[in-house]
């Protein structure tokens, strides 16, 4: 257990609001990772954190912003939700740092969807 | 660019052994990673090739052989609680990003 966890576990929203998903972290690594999750596309990296205050884009951010004000916080922003953005979301983090084994631990995940 | 693919699905009977493959086109990477993941969960990892060759954790085994831009997954004496999806994932030189692949549903059978 790599002491992750997000909030909501579950979301229902309207176009155009705005969402914010939580993930917090016990543990004090320094990466961490926000992915999407859809049938026949496996998981798709959002953005990324390296440390307070740094982040950066993953393949999928448009329409995505993030925030890490605490080492143990990463927050994943939808300005202004669309139905595309209905998805389970996943915050991972990597212990070892970001050029090691690859190994990446999982929260539970958020599934958002957008009416 | 990386992308990776994989079988959708794959099929078998408990205690036998089923290899989940993973080819990929790319232009360099670190290593090759395995996840399993069950419905409604979240994916975990299960191993990782940094060289060429088998790696062995218990009932999984995974290989990986840069030459030929392949790897796979073994899972052997299937149980009914392997029956999950799997993904392969690899690190890309160029962009630093992990890319995974679209996945493989295993069914176990009794």
């Known amino acids: 257990d790599a002491g992750i966890t997000q909030s909501p576990r579950h979301k229902v929203t309207e176009t155009g609001t705005p969402v914010t998903l939580r993930c917090h972290q016990t543990?004090?690594?320094?990466?961490m990772y926000w992915y999407r999750q859809d049938p026949g596309h496996g998981l798709r990296l959002i953005h990324y954190s390296y440390g307070v205050k740094d982040t950066d884009k993953g393949e999928v951010s448009d329409g995505y912003s993030v925030s890490r004000s605490k080492t143990e916080d990463f927050l994943l922003t939808l300005e202004s939700a669309t139905s595309s953005q209905t998805s389970v979301y996943f915050c991972?983090?990597?212990?070892?740092?970001?050029?090691?084994?690859?190994?990446?631990?999982f929260g539970p995940g958020t599934r958002l969807t957008v009416l | 660019g990386q992308s990776l693919e994989q079988p959708s699905e794959v099929t078998a009977v408990e205690g036998a052994i089923v290899q989940i493959n993973c080819t990929y086109q790319t232009s360099g990477f670190y290593g090759l990673s395995w996840y399993q993941q069950h419905d409604g969960g979240a994916p975990t990892f299960l191993s990782y090739n940094a060289l060429d060759g088998l790696e062995e954790t218990g009932r999984f085994s995974s290989f990986l052989s840069r030459s030929d831009s392949y790897g796979y997954l073994l899972l052997q004496e299937l149980q009914m609680k392997d029956s999950a999806s799997y993904f392969c994932?690899?690190?890309?030189?160029?962009?630093?990003?992990?890319?995974f692949g679209t996945g493989t549903r295993l069914q176990v059978f009794p």
């Open positions: 991972a983090i990597n212990p070892q740092g970001w050029t090691s084994t690859d190994t990446q631990y």
């Open positions: 994932a690899v690190r890309d030189q160029n962009t630093d990003k992990l890319i």
């Open positions: 543990e004090n690594h320094r990466y």
